[in-house]
């Protein structure tokens, strides 16, 4: 899998390994592509960024394990790992990650006594990226993905272990005596977090305050100020009779021997449209359109939606182009489950959850340090297309040996606005979950401090011509990948300024605000010196 992962930097033309391509070529504004005379969210939804802190000791990082130790395990994305004294664990990583993040980790394992082993996989060289990458990537990392399901299914067999923690996305197996959870944690910077230590009894709300007006919504539209404007039903056909799971028939064909996974949303990830198809009643209908992907920013990209299947793909750069040769190379297709002949149908809506998750900027974009990790902050929507990643549909068709894998354009503003029985909801606003501002989670986040630093986003993607000053596609669009490391760069070395650049909110940078979100959680971890200061949990436990 190594030489996999090395291929796709190496197979690159040469002007691709600058990572910035578009900065080569003037190309001509395309006439779909999104223009306005003045920001549209500069004021309602400026950029937003905590300062950079370095970290250069593992025990800085324990209060943050510390509240993903105790946490009860769930099979969601964020952090559950409730360790227990005895128990046996296998942390695996590999050589992507952080050997600070790593000790930081075995410290923690040793601190709750476990049985624990920590293996470590040699990947090979740290690839850089470009947008285009994730076509390549996900052909092969949901191969991957299947392997690691057959591990699980043999290590269930062998019980060797009670917990196995690893990965930061993708389905894991249910319902067995071994337990898997996430290990997101790839750099320091992405651990030294309030995403981390936020009370899970919080988290937990606001995916079930997502997954219950989702999963009761009758038709739903979703637009974008990038170029999104898409509908679909959300036909009673997807549900069982009280639209409390998906359809248990539907499950089965779909998830196959991991039903318990498939019937239900993902902790973290709530699906905002069914992840599986309902032939003959797919109806999703309109425009897909983004400027980033799960592995790094691309260039402006246009999906043609009807009935659900994606039948053009417009603009885009070398992302558009390999997606538009994997088209044609599939169109011609039957796979197991789907509506209709072809690879490319639309099937994700997944919302994210937590509102402390942020771009990492250190080392952006390479290896895991991508796009994958942001798709999890609260409000935001990845669009996907493809197989469903890791269903026993998807593993049917790869054993016909049909090419399988699924793509993504991720939507930072989208407003989600859903038809209900005797009313009409609005569940994201310009990229706002409506649940942080729903008065029983308020109350029960008053728990734990002060409400407005808890369910408050720590990060919004500073994008010129959305949310602050510029032309959208000329100083973003024709190129993101060059605009974002730009500001990424900025950002972390030359913060203040950064935020004056940019126009930003600077609500967790100064004051209060700033000691809240950089403290870790001191009351908890043990930890004696070396932490960073502040409190970020209120003095609560």
Known sequence: ??????????????????????????????????????????????????????????????????????????????????????????????????????????????????????????????????????????????????????????????????????????????????????????????????????????????????????????????VDPEGTDIEFTNHAGYWDSKREFYDPELTARTWTTNEHFGKQYLPGHVTGRPWMFLPGKEDGNGVIAGTTNHIAPCDWTQLIVENSKITQINEGGEFGDRLRELKEQTDHLEYPEFPGKGLLYWWEASIGTNPHVHRPRKDFPSGFVNCLYERVRSGVIHMGFGTIISSMAERRAARAGHPVGHWHLHLYFPTYTMEREGDNETLIENGRLGALDDPEIRKLCAKYGDVDLWLDESWNPAVPGLNMEGDYWDHYGRDPLHWVKTELEVCRNYHPLFMKM????????????????????????????????????????
């Open 1 to 222: 899998m190594a030489e996999d992962f090395t291929r796709i930097a190496a197979e690159r033309p040469p002007h691709a390994l600058g990572a910035t391509p578009g900065r080569e070529r003037i190309a001509a504004r395309p006439r779909a592509v999104p223009s306005f005379d003045r920001p549209p969210l500069i004021e309602t939804r400026p950029p937003r960024c905590p300062p950079f802190v370095e970290v250069t000791d593992p025990d800085q990082l324990l209060p943050y394990l510390e509240h993903v130790a105790q946490r009860p395990y769930n099979h969601g994305l964020n952090a559950c790992w409730d360790l227990k004294p005895g128990e046996r664990v296998l942390l695996r990583v590999d050589n992507w990650h952080s050997d600070l993040v790593i000790r930081a980790c075995q410290k923690i394992l040793e601190k709750y006594g476990v049985k624990y082993e920590i293996k470590k996989i040699d990947r090979g060289p740290v690839p850089q990226w470009i947008g285009t990458d994730e076509v390549d990537y996900y052909l092969f990392r949901t191969r991957e993905l299947a392997e690691w399901m057959d591990w699980w299914e043999e290590a269930e067999k062998e019980q060797a272990y009670d917990k196995i923690l690893m990965g930061y996305g993708g389905p894991v197996l249910a319902e067995r005596h071994i337990k898997i959870q996430r290990m997101p944690f790839i750099t320091p910077e992405i651990l030294a977090s309030p995403a981390h230590t936020m009370p899970i009894e919080v988290l937990n709300a606001i995916d079930r305050w997502t997954w219950d007006r989702v999963r009761t919504c009758k038709r739903a539209r979703i």
């Open 502 to 541: 940019t126009g930003a909110d600077d609500k967790y940078c100064h004051g209060a605000g700033a000691e809240w979100w950089k403290g870790g959680c001191c009351n908890h971890s043990g930890v004696t010196g070396g932490g960073l200061p502040g409190n970020c949990c209120g003095g609560h436990g």
